[in-house]
């Protein structure tokens, strides 16, 4: 039984959650700003229009925002953490101090986002498209970025790729200059004709026998 006055769910259906309130509340007031939600297991899947929204102080935890659209908006101090944004659109998004940890963002739409002084752990990100998104003092660890679109960035002021899985990944007109890769699966990844995205990037001895090929050189074994 459910509190005095307080509606059954029907079965499948999901009850109103904070943050969706929330958003109905600032879009009532005629604001985009939202601070100090903090949700665990909404699920998002029908959230209006978000672009140009500010989230500050915001931490989901295991919420399901696929197919989230919000383009051009930005996220201050705020923790995303095992949530579901496959397929979202956040093209020219902000990110600043904001951290994502296994969350799923295969097939996101983040070109031309800005990352500030923010992590991303352990994130599925398969497919998604980070073309033309700056990264600044922002921390890759442990990432899938198999088959990512990670063409023409700006990698920043002590950036940082651990762990990371690059496999054929597009890193063309992305420069790497200065970035250690050595933890990193870098096996078929696309870059220019003139190679010009590896020079002056740091690998570990083993790692040499994934771009030899790209650069039309043949191993003799004995």
């Known amino acids: 039984m459910g509190a005095p006055g307080q509606r059954e769910l029907a079965q499948g259906e999901h009850a109103r959650?904070?943050?969706?309130?929330?958003?109905?509340?600032?879009?009532?007031?005629?604001?985009?700003?939202?601070?100090?939600?903090h949700?665990?297991?909404e699920e998002l899947d029908d959230l209006p229009d978000l672009e140009f929204f500010e989230f500050h102080d915001v931490t989901l935890e295991q919420c399901t925002l696929r197919?989230?659209?919000?383009?051009?908006?930005?996220?201050?101090?705020?923790?995303?953490?095992?949530?579901?944004?496959?397929?979202?659109?956040?093209e020219e998004a902000y990110f600043a101090r904001t951290r994502l940890a296994s969350c799923?963002?295969?097939?996101?739409?983040?070109?031309?986002?800005?990352?500030?002084?923010?992590?991303?752990?352990a994130c599925m990100c398969r497919y998604a498209n980070f073309g033309e998104a700056t990264l600044e003092r922002t921390?890759?660890?442990?990432?899938?970025?198999?088959?990512?679109?990670?063409?023409?960035?700006?990698?920043?002021?002590?950036?940082?790729?651990?762990?990371?899985?690059?496999?054929?990944?597009?890193l063309f007109r992305t420069s790497l200059k200065g970035m250690d890769l050595s933890t990193c699966n870098i096996a078929g990844i696309a870059v220019s004709d003139t190679h010009a995205e590896l020079r002056g990037m740091r690998i570990a001895p083993e790692q040499a026998v994934d771009l030899v090929g790209?650069?039309?050189?043949?191993?003799v074994e004995d």
């Open 17 to 37: 959650g904070e943050l969706a309130e929330a958003i109905e509340r600032a879009r009532a007031l005629g604001e985009l700003y939202i601070e100090g939600v």
């Open 39 to 41: 949700v665990t297991g």
């Open 67 to 90: 197919g989230l659209r919000a383009n051009k908006a930005s996220f201050y101090d705020s923790t995303l953490h095992g949530c579901d944004l496959s397929g979202a659109q956040l």
């Open 104 to 121: 799923k963002l295969e097939g996101t739409q983040l070109t031309k986002s800005f990352w500030r002084s923010s992590r991303l752990l």
């Open 139 to 170: 921390s890759l660890v442990d990432c899938d970025l198999r088959e990512a679109f990670l063409s023409e960035m700006r990698l920043k002021g002590r950036t940082l790729l651990e762990g990371c899985n690059l496999t054929r990944a597009d």
């Open 214 to 219: 790209m650069l039309g050189v043949t191993i």
